[in-house]
């Protein structure tokens, strides 16, 4: 047994009372966690639940939004190529008719050029027949000239 003075002194220098001081604050403890958990992470775990499923609805509408976005980018795709064909389609007929365009310019081109030629070789026979003309009368005449040289004339 230890003397009265170092008895006082022990409980003194003791951690815990083991008294009914314990079962207080264990109570308390209980308390502020079951009051915490009801007014705070109870809230607050609610919040994050919602604002959880919030995000996953979100996302879910923008994957159905890219769907929707592929099918418009499909949807552009297509017009782009039809306006392609159709302006391929316009270029070839644009082509067409300005080839058929430039194969009647050069037909009437050429239509001219041989009515010219054909007006020019008219003339150029013209005048191989009255050359031709005018030698038989100067070779008519030279004949007859030669003739009479060489030949006296009796009279």
């Given at each position: 047994?230890a003397?009265?003075?170092?008895?006082?002194?022990?409980?003194?220098a003791?951690?815990?009372d083991?008294?009914?001081?314990l079962?207080?604050?264990?109570?308390?403890?209980?308390f502020?966690?079951?009051?915490?958990?009801?007014l705070?992470?109870?809230p607050?775990?609610?919040?994050m639940d919602?604002r959880?499923s919030?995000?996953k609805e979100?996302?879910?509408s923008?994957?159905?939004?890219?769907a929707e976005v592929k099918?418009?980018e499909?949807?552009a795709a297509a017009i782009?190529?039809?306006?392609?064909?159709?302006i391929?389609?316009?270029?070839?007929k644009?082509?067409?008719e300005t080839?058929?365009e430039?194969?009647?310019?050069?037909a009437e081109g050429?239509k001219?050029?041989?009515?010219?030629?054909q007006?020019?070789l008219a003339?150029l026979?013209?005048?191989?027949?009255?050359t031709?003309?005018s030698?038989?009368?100067?070779?008519?005449?030279?004949?007859?000239?030669i003739v009479k040289?060489?030949?006296?004339?009796?009279?």
């Open positions: 047994m003397p009265p003075s170092l008895a006082e002194e022990i409980e003194k003791s951690l815990f083991f008294n009914l001081t079962p207080i604050m264990m109570a308390e403890f209980l502020l966690m079951f009051a915490l958990d009801k705070y992470f109870s607050l775990g609610k919040f919602e959880d919030a995000i979100k996302l879910s923008v994957k159905d939004t890219s099918q418009l499909d949807q782009m190529k039809a306006a392609r064909a159709e391929s389609a316009a270029l070839n644009m082509k067409k080839q058929l430039v194969e009647q310019k050069i050429r001219k050029v041989e009515a010219e030629l007006e020019a003339s026979e013209n005048q191989k027949e009255e031709i003309k030698l038989d009368s100067q070779i008519a005449a030279l004949s007859d000239e040289k060489v030949l006296p004339v009796s009279n």
